[in-house]
């Protein structure tokens, strides 16, 4: 889908931090914040980041491109929080000059010039190359490589999971033929969560959250049990047990990648990958149906391996669906949203991995009471998050209730609310910013 003319018309402890806080004082704005309604008519919404951690919403821009509204097309939900089950749907190029963000209703990603007052100007709209079939498509995470100048385009359902996108000096889009899976022999209807580049750029991490898509319960909520042959129940959490979630790819020179291995993920459902900004060779994994955060290790041969997940209190119900992670500048801390717990929890890296800080580490944010997770509890259904540059500042979407959240970090993990501005009902995704 070209564009024709007419369309385009951590932690809050380091020193670093503190002297960040001081300046960003006296210089009123300090930053941005964006986030796509992900509505029928999909748009990009813009907030001011101001010093003292709150946001101030100054422009909506159209995408171009359609959303699902609050359709979850993954369980067939009519409506519920985090629409795509995935991540990075938002995302800033390094240099902060081009954004990109999927249109997951029709299959189709956008470009945006990002000016010096952080204001986009839409630059292109280009189809995936996936068709839609049903009500909605699944475009939902992407991940870029300036310097092989291509955009990765993940979609929930399959075959074809991931597609390349040229990206040229100008932001234009262009859509290429190549296309890859994280499906297997033995399992054909994987959905996959999100993608993203090691930052040496030799590997492309896949998550997954289903072996087999979602079906349904009468009252809307996703069922994750199936029957075998036999009649025993099993879930479709994918690496539970089977010990194949997280799917790396090799990315070659120019670009396009090679086939995928397949590792064991250590906990049900692996659905986020974050690389600590310090360590390129270290990475987290945060797990929908895993009920914790793992550390994994990229060794000089790019061999993977992943330590078991570091639980949080599930007391409450499982899975807690600990869905999203934030990592503080510094790599001392990790943000942990709880999808269906309607909170936070963090984690502290120290010198022999992860350990709890604060479970969990905000108030619950209820919603309108009408969406229950996978372990039954009414959520508010928290999904993507952000931390800021300086890390003392933490945002995180909660769709059933219509909010943004802004906290304040605190040293020993907590968080204190200090802005919150309201959102479209149960459909925004994404959060990128500077």
Request: aromatic fraction near 8%; include cysteine.
């Amino acid at each position: 889908m070209g564009m024709t003319k007419g369309d385009v018309m951590g932690m809050g402890v380091s020193k670093e931090a503190s002297m960040s806080r001081q300046v960003g004082m006296s210089s009123g704005q300090v930053g941005h914040l964006y986030i796509q309604t992900n509505e029928t008519r999909n748009a990009i919404i813009h907030y001011r980041r101001s010093a003292n951690g709150e946001i101030t919403e100054v422009e909506r821009t159209a995408t171009g491109g359609a959303g699902s509204g609050v359709f979850k097309p993954i369980s067939g939900q009519e409506s519920a929080p985090n629409a795509f089950e995935g991540a990075g749907s938002v995302i800033l190029s390094a240099d902060r000059k081009l954004l990109f963000t999927t249109n997951g209703g029709d299959n189709s990603i956008s470009s945006f010039a990002v000016g010096e007052d952080g204001r986009l100007t839409l630059l292109d709209v280009c189809a995936s190359g996936n068709p839609v079939e049903g009500r909605s498509g699944t475009a939902k995470s992407l991940a870029y490589s300036a310097a092989k100048g291509m955009l990765y385009v993940l979609h929930s359902f399959g075959p074809d999971h991931v597609r390349l996108m040229s990206v040229d000096g100008e932001g234009k889009l262009t859509a290429r033929p190549e296309r890859y899976t994280v499906n297997t022999h033995d399992k054909p209807n994987r959905v996959s969560t999100m993608v993203v580049l090691s930052p040496d750029e030799k590997l492309v991490f896949v998550g997954t959250t289903f072996d087999e898509p979602a079906s349904a319960n009468p009252d809307g909520s996703p069922i994750i049990w199936v029957r075998r042959p036999g009649g025993s129940l099993r879930s479709i959490a994918s690496n539970a047990p089977d010990p194949d979630g997280l799917a790396v790819f090799p990315m070659r020179e120019d670009g396009t990648l090679g086939t995928a291995k397949f590792h064991d993920a250590k906990g049900g459902s692996p659905f986020y990958i974050a690389f600590l900004h310090h360590q390129p060779d270290a990475f987290l994994v945060g797990y929908a149906v895993g009920d914790g955060v793992s550390m994994g290790k990229i060794d000089a041969n790019g061999k993977v391996t992943i330590n078991p997940p570091v639980k949080i209190d599930t007391s409450a119900g499982q899975p807690s669906e600990l869905c999203w992670l934030s990592v503080s500048p510094d790599d001392r801390t990790v943000y942990a949203t709880n999808f269906g717990y309607s909170n936070v929890s963090t984690y502290h890296i120290n010198g022999k991995g992860l350990e709890i800080a604060k479970d969990p580490a905000c108030s619950k944010v209820p919603g309108d009471g009408t969406f229950r997770a996978l372990n039954g509890v009414v959520s508010s259904g928290p999904s993507d998050n952000w931390i800021s540059p300086d890390g003392a500042y933490f945002y995180q979407i909660y769709g059933n209730a219509s909010k943004l959240v802004g906290y304040a970090t605190r040293p020993d993990g907590s968080l204190e609310e200090v802005t919150s501005v309201a959102i479209p009902y149960n459909s925004p995704q994404g959060l990128a910013g500077f």
